[in-house]
């Protein structure tokens, strides 16, 4: 059996080339300080910054999909490599070993029990698993928002042509930062014939924060189940998921933990899990094990064993910093900016309905006039043209510096003119 301590030292010694040394100096350099304090300290950002990949785009686009740091790429070549030596012993032999301790460490961290969490490629597989296997019949309904995703919104559009149930939409603006009227808009579509209601945690168009909890508390009084989609909000919000108030919830692992690409997990409460139907080849699809959703066939062993580097990454950094370096970014970049004349920020600033991500537009300009203008100056970002939204998302991450947002300051100063 090849150790998580053998993974460890593997991906420690192949860093060490790119100064993970002058990394572990900084983390004892601002072990003092609080998090808002490291949130602006440059020198300690920049050793981050060196544990990752930049070329030459600026890349504002992380909201898509995170990059994964040096740690965790070696670790991931280091499994990769294992699973070509005699794949099928290595694989289910010696790597997949791994998977009950990962679990275990997923499920501690996500406030559940490891009997309750199942890993999958993505949010949207996570998602679909549960949509397409919950026992919903026609005239059931199911309440969700226009600014859902777009492939959950499919899959209940699939379900509703299928099987009849009925889809009613909260029609909501961004920023949709009046707490209180948007609880009172899920609570207005919630009907005696109401099974379900959808819950985007944080939105990907935008990054707007919705008040899940509250959402949540109502649609249970009201005898309703609530599906939350974490996709943008773990290992980038500070959360467990029974505060978030979830009886089935999914994420992606390569998003903001920077876990390789095509790792995710699925929660469904335990009580619930016989309910919900494998899609798959399940040997017992109504079994009230979570692991009925694993029956996936051959999958990246290599891929999903390195999501414990990747927390091993997310642990040594810190939550509290990582959030509040999140949102130092963010309010770096709008504060130059939101004060220029035809500026249009869909975002929220306030730390409850935000981090990272905020999605602006230009007056008098169309979201792909911007995007195409910030990419002649080597800025990748993603366009947002939907509900009363017409922007471009800026998603920094770690790794970004303040002088590639002084950079998109500047590009889009040239074009307010």
């Known amino acids: ?194 099974k379900l209601v959808h819950i985007t945690h944080m939105m990907n168009w935008t990054g707007h924060v919705m008040p899940v909890r509250r959402i949540a508390d109502i649609a249970h009084a009201k005898g309703c189940e609530v599906m939350v989609d974490g996709s943008h909000s773990f290992a980038h919000l500070i959360y467990t998921i029974p505060q978030l108030g979830a009886d089935y919830y999914a994420t992606s692992c390569h998003k903001w933990l920077g876990a390789p690409f095509g790792t995710g997990l699925m929660y469904i409460r335990q009580d619930k899990i016989q309910k919900v139907w494998a899609l798959l080849s399940a040997p017992i699809p109504d079994a009230d094990n979570i692991g009925k959703f694993e029956c996936l066939g051959t999958r990246s062993f290599a891929a999903e064993m390195t999501i414990s580097t990747a927390l091993d990454y997310y642990d040594t950094l810190g939550a509290e910093r990582k959030l509040a370096r999140l949102r130092y970014l963010k309010n770096y970049w709008v504060e130059k900016l939101q004060a220029k004349p035809g500026f249009k920020l869909y975002s929220s600033l306030q730390p409850q309905h935000g981090a990272a991500i905020a999605t602006f537009g230009i007056e008098g300009l169309e979201a792909y006039e911007i995007e195409s203008k910030l990419a002649q100056a080597n800025i990748h970002t993603s366009i947002v043209k939907h509900g009363n939204v017409n922007g471009v998302r800026i998603s920094p991450n770690l790794y970004t510096s303040l002088a590639e947002l002084d950079s998109l300051v500047k590009v889009v100063g040239e074009m307010e003119k």
Not at 2 to 26: E, Y
Not at 44 to 58: C, D, E, P, V
Not at 135 to 162: H, T
């Open 1 to 194: 059996m090849l150790s998580r301590k053998l993974f460890l030292k593997g991906s420690l010694v192949a860093s060490a080339s790119i100064g993970s040394m002058a990394h572990a100096a900084q983390l004892q350099r601002v072990s003092t300080l609080s998090a808002g304090e490291v949130a602006s300290d440059e020198a300690f950002w920049q050793s981050i910054r060196a544990q990752y990949i930049t070329g030459k785009l600026i890349n504002l686009n992380n909201g898509g999909v995170n990059p994964q740091p040096q740690p965790v790429r070696d670790a991931y070549m280091h499994n990769y490599l294992l699973c070509n030596d005699t794949p099928s012993y290595s694989m289910w032999r010696e790597l997949d070993k791994q998977r009950e301790p990962l679990r275990k460490r997923l499920a501690e961290l996500l406030g559940v029990s490891e009997l309750e969490l199942a890993f999958n490629r993505n949010t949207t597989e996570g998602l679909n698993s549960i949509i397409f296997g919950l026992d919903l019949k026609a005239g059931d309904e199911v309440v969700l928002s226009n600014f859902d995703y777009p492939n959950i919104e499919n899959a209940w559009k699939q379900r509703a042509k299928r099987d009849g149930i009925k889809l009613n939409y909260v029609d909501l603006q961004m920023p949709a930062t009046d707490d209180d009227a948007v609880v009172q808009q899920y609570a207005d579509a919630i009907t005696p014939r109401t």
